[in-house]
C-alpha cells in the first residue's frame, strides 16, 4: 500500500472539492434574487445544487484516485487482478480519507456552534437571573414593574364595572378588550362573563346595542381564532416542507457519495494502468 500515493490523492480531492463547493455557493449566490419575479426558482436552485454537488464529487474523487494511482509504486510480479484489487483500493482509500476529514472538519464546526450556543444561552440565562433579581429588589423596595397578561387580565377581572363608563378613556377600553380576547383565546373560548363584560364596554364606547355588541364580540373573537389556526397550519407546513427538503438533500448527498467512491476507485485503475504502460 501506497500511502503517501493515497495521502497525496485524499488532499487534492479535499482541495478540489472545496474549491468547486465555494464556486457552486457563489454561482447560487448570483442566481438567486431576493426580489420576486427576478433570478432562479427555489426547486431551481436545489436541483442546481444537487447537480453541483454530484459533479463536485466527480471530479475531485476521479482526479484524487487517478492522481493516486499514478503515484503508486510499480508492482513487480505482481498479478493482473491483484494489480486491478489493489489500484481499486488505492482510488477507494482516496475517497475514504478525503471523506474522512470533511467529516471531521464538519463535526468540529458543528461542535464550535453548539458550545456557541450553549454561552449563548449561558449569558441568557445569566441576564434573565440578573433581571429577575433586579425586578425582586424594585418590588421589595415598593417600585412597582409591569405584569404580565395574565396578571393584567386577573386585575381587570377584580376592577370590572357593571357599567362601563361611555366617556372613558377608548384606548384603556381598547387595551382591556384586547386582553380579554387574548385571554379567550389561549383558552379556547370565550366564557360567558367576559362575552357579557365585553359586549357592555362595546356598547358603552360605540353605542351599539347590547345584542349587536355581542355578536360583534363573536365575530371578532372567531376571526382571530381563525387566523391563530391558520397560522399554526402554514407553520406546520413549513416545517414538513423543510423536513422533506432536508430529507431529499440527505438522500442526494448519499448518492454522491456513493458515486464519488466509484469514481475514485474507477479513476485510481486507470491512473495505475498508465503508471505501469509508461514504466
Known sequence: MSWAAVI?????????????????????FVASSPWSGEGASAMALGTGAVIWMIVTHIISFGVGGYVAGRLRTKWVGVHTDETYFRDTAHGFLVWALSAAISGLLIGSALVSAAAGTARAGASLVAGAGTAAAAAAGQAASGEGNRAGMATEYLADLLLRSEQ?????EPQAARAELGRIIAASLAKGEVSVDDRTYAARVIAAQTGIDPPTAERRVEDVVDRARE?????????????????????????????????????????????????DAIA
Open 227 to 275: 387566523a391563530a389556526q391558520q397560522a399554526e397550519q402554514r407553520a406546520r407546513e413549513a416545517a414538513d416542507a423543510a423536513r422533506k427538503a432536508a430529507a431529499a438533500f440527505a438522500l442526494w448527498a448519499f448518492a454522491s457519495m456513493l458515486i464519488g467512491a466509484f469514481v475514485a476507485s474507477w479513476m485510481a485503475t486507470i491512473g495505475g494502468r498508465s503508471r
Open 8 to 28: 497525496a490523492g485524499a488532499v487534492i480531492a479535499s482541495a478540489l472539492s472545496f474549491m468547486l463547493l465555494s464556486g457552486g455557493a457563489g454561482l447560487g
Open 164 to 168: 362601563p363608563n361611555p366617556a372613558g
